[in-house]
């Protein structure tokens, strides 16, 4: 083991090859302090060239990697669980340029979302993909999860905004698709492969991504509600004002309630509503108009409503305080699933969920918020004794099948969803993933646990 260290050491300088259980902490720990796991080394590489370099030293001797850039993913996909070597992007970081008119952004995969809104802002034109872990995240990570966030309902999800790549091939291979062009259908989309390959198939170094313009006008409204139904009812009328619409989060009334408690917040509104409904809306000089005119008269729906101006940080904080308020609050690891129903089943699966967890798992609390106009919903379930997790996960799984649902909407497969993945794809669809994965990764050393696992 010595000597491949010392090789690792000659290709990115014995500094950048971690070792101190008390340097490596951060990197084998994820962000919900659920899972723990070890590594040989952390490695640190400095350009594509050095990435290169390290796979394919750690194909010839066999040894299995984890790709890793901010470390904020929720599903384990990030954490060495079995000793394996962490290539961490976090030194792929420049920004290596920003094009206002053709909107594009090129940038190593190790800079932050933040650090490419930034750099897009100076330019005055806006990053499209937007995630509360924005100051951690990285590009590399959000092209290998395919996140989502705040801007799916406005800008789609990141593939979408996924023009270019260059990224590493466990044998030390180069692959580069990088073209600014709208139009290029010269074969099989392999950026837009990579993208939610959660770090199987090649190591993401640098990225070529869309931008947008940005909004103006904008307004936040933050709306009580009786139902789901009703929040969506509230959406759609926004829509058909001619408003474009942002954002639209959905929060419960326990959750704002353990936001309040954690933040030391006011309530936002008064009204002791079940449901409210964040919206962000832009578009014209009078949107605060038409805004207004839509809750008014959407007042079979509204129970109460606040409206502010501009990017409306008050109001956000609710919303995007949830995370790191479920994790404070839950005595346990909280157990965070991520699914996706038709927009017409969430009500009935919220409803199916809440009369689940009462009768079988008594003492265990749910808090559920997210992304509602994509029916994306964040399960997060508090306080559950650590046997069981697999038990609670299941339930739900199955729950959310059975309303024609996704088990994972925008967080990925990882380690924490790897064994449901029958459960949203057929026999053919996991072979043919696997036959993708041995042909890409044939020394079968990238993430090998994860997502569909290699054939024995
Ligand atoms: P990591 O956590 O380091 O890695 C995630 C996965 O990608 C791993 O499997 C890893 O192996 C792989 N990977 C990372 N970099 C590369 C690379 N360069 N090449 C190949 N593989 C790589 N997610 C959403 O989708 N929507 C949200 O709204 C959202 N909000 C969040 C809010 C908070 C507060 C937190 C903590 C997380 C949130 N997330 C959200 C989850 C997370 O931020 C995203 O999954 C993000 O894309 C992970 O980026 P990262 O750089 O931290 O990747
Ligand atoms: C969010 O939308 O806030 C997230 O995806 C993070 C979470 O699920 O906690
Ligand atoms: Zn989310």
Request: aromatic share 4%.
């Given at each position: 083991m010595q000597?491949?260290?010392?090789?690792?050491?000659?290709?990115?300088?014995?500094?950048?090859?971690?070792?101190?259980?008390?340097?490596?902490?951060?990197?084998?720990?994820?962000?919900?302090g659920h899972?723990?796991?070890?590594?040989?080394?952390?490695?640190?590489?400095?350009?594509?060239?050095?990435?290169?370099?390290?796979l394919?030293?750690?194909?010839?001797a066999?040894?299995?990697?984890?790709?890793?850039g901010g470390n904020?993913?929720?599903v384990?996909?990030?954490?060495?669980m079995?000793?394996?070597v962490?290539?961490?992007?976090?030194?792929?970081?420049?920004i290596?340029?920003?094009?206002p008119?053709?909107r594009?952004?090129?940038?190593?995969?190790?800079?932050?979302?933040a650090r490419?809104?930034?750099?897009?802002?100076?330019?005055?034109?806006?990053?499209?993909?937007d995630?509360?872990?924005?100051?951690?995240a990285?590009?590399?990570?959000?092209?290998?999860?395919?996140a989502?966030?705040i801007?799916?309902?406005?800008?789609?999800?990141t593939?979408?905004?996924?023009?270019?790549i260059?990224?590493?091939?466990?044998d030390?291979?180069?692959?580069?698709?990088?073209?600014?062009?709208?139009?290029?259908?010269?074969?099989?989309g392999?950026?837009?492969?990579?993208?939610?390959?959660?770090?199987?198939?090649?190591?993401?170094?640098?990225?070529?991504?869309?931008?947008?313009?940005?909004?103006?006008?904008?307004?936040?409204?933050?709306?009580?509600?009786?139902?789901?139904?009703?929040?969506?009812?509230?959406?759609?009328?926004?829509?058909?004002?001619?408003?474009?619409?942002?954002?639209?989060?959905?929060m419960?009334?326990?959750?704002?309630?353990?936001?309040?408690?954690h933040q030391?917040?006011?309530?936002?509104?008064?009204?002791?509503?079940?449901?409210?409904?964040?919206?962000?809306?832009?578009?014209?000089?009078?949107?605060?108009?038409?805004?207004?005119?839509?809750?008014?008269?959407s007042?079979?729906?509204?129970?109460?409503?606040v409206?502010?101006?501009?990017?409306?940080?008050?109001?956000?904080?609710?919303?995007?305080?949830?995370?790191e308020?479920?994790?404070a609050?839950?005595?346990?690891?909280?157990?965070?699933?991520?699914?996706?129903?038709p927009?017409?089943?969430?009500e009935?699966?919220?409803?199916e969920?809440?009369?689940?967890?009462d009768?079988?798992f008594?003492?265990?609390?749910?808090?559920?918020?997210?992304?509602?106009a994509?029916?994306?919903?964040h399960?997060?379930?508090?306080?559950?004794a650590?046997?069981q997790?697999?038990?609670?996960?299941?339930?739900?799984?199955?729950l959310?099948t059975?309303?024609?649902?996704?088990?994972?909407?925008e967080?990925?497969?990882?380690?924490?969803k790897a064994?449901?993945?029958t459960?949203?794809?057929?026999?053919v669809?996991?072979?043919?993933?696997?036959?993708?994965?041995?042909a890409?990764?044939?020394?079968?050393?990238l993430?090998p646990?994860?997502?569909?696992?290699r054939?024995?």
């Amino acid at each position: 083991m010595q000597s491949f260290l010392d090789e690792l050491a000659d290709i990115v300088g014995a500094s950048h090859v971690l070792t101190d259980p008390g340097v490596v902490a951060g990197y084998v720990t994820d962000w919900t302090g659920h899972w723990q796991g070890h590594t040989t080394a952390v490695v640190r590489p400095a350009d594509t060239g050095q990435v290169s370099a390290v796979l394919a030293l750690c194909s010839r001797a066999g040894v299995a990697v984890v790709p890793q850039g901010g470390n904020t993913g929720l599903v384990g996909g990030s954490i060495p669980m079995d000793g394996e070597v962490v290539l961490s992007t976090t030194r792929l970081s420049v920004i290596e340029h920003v094009d206002p008119i053709g909107r594009t952004i090129a940038a190593g995969a190790g800079v932050t979302i933040a650090r490419a809104r930034d750099a897009a802002r100076e330019h005055g034109v806006e990053f499209g993909v937007d995630l509360a872990s924005r100051e951690s995240a990285t590009l590399g990570g959000i092209v290998a999860t395919n996140a989502g966030g705040i801007r799916v309902i406005k800008n789609g999800d990141t593939r979408s905004q996924l023009l270019g790549i260059e990224a590493v091939l466990s044998d030390g291979r180069v692959l580069t698709r990088w073209k600014e062009l709208t139009k290029d259908n010269v074969g099989y989309g392999l950026p837009g492969l990579l993208a939610g390959s959660e770090g199987t198939l090649a190591v993401i170094t640098r990225v070529l991504m869309r931008l947008v313009l940005p909004p103006s006008a904008t307004r936040v409204a933050f709306v009580a509600v009786g139902s789901v139904g009703d929040a969506l009812m509230v959406v759609d009328r926004l829509e058909r004002a001619g408003l474009t619409l942002d954002a639209a989060e959905l929060m419960t009334r326990s959750g704002i309630d353990l936001v309040c408690q954690h933040q030391q917040l006011r309530r936002p509104l008064s009204a002791d509503a079940p449901f409210c409904v964040l919206v962000e809306v832009s578009g014209r000089e009078d949107a605060e108009t038409t805004l207004l005119e839509v809750l008014d008269d959407s007042h079979e729906f509204v129970l109460d409503a606040v409206v502010e101006e501009g990017p409306a940080h008050r109001l956000w904080q609710y919303r995007e305080s949830h995370t790191e308020s479920v994790g404070a609050a839950s005595s346990t690891p909280p157990v965070k699933l991520d699914i996706s129903t038709p927009l017409r089943d969430i009500e009935a699966f919220l409803n199916e969920l809440t009369t689940g967890l009462d009768r079988r798992f008594p003492g265990v609390r749910a808090i559920c918020f997210g992304h509602v106009a994509d029916g994306n919903i964040h399960v997060n379930l508090l306080d559950a004794a650590p046997d069981q997790r697999d038990t609670l996960s299941d339930f739900v799984f199955h729950l959310v099948t059975d309303h024609n649902g996704s088990i994972s909407a925008e967080h990925g497969v990882g380690r924490a969803k790897a064994p449901w993945m029958t459960l949203g794809r057929s026999a053919v669809d996991l072979d043919v993933m696997r036959s993708i994965r041995a042909a890409l990764d044939p020394a079968g050393i990238l993430n090998p646990h994860i997502l569909p696992a290699r054939r024995p």
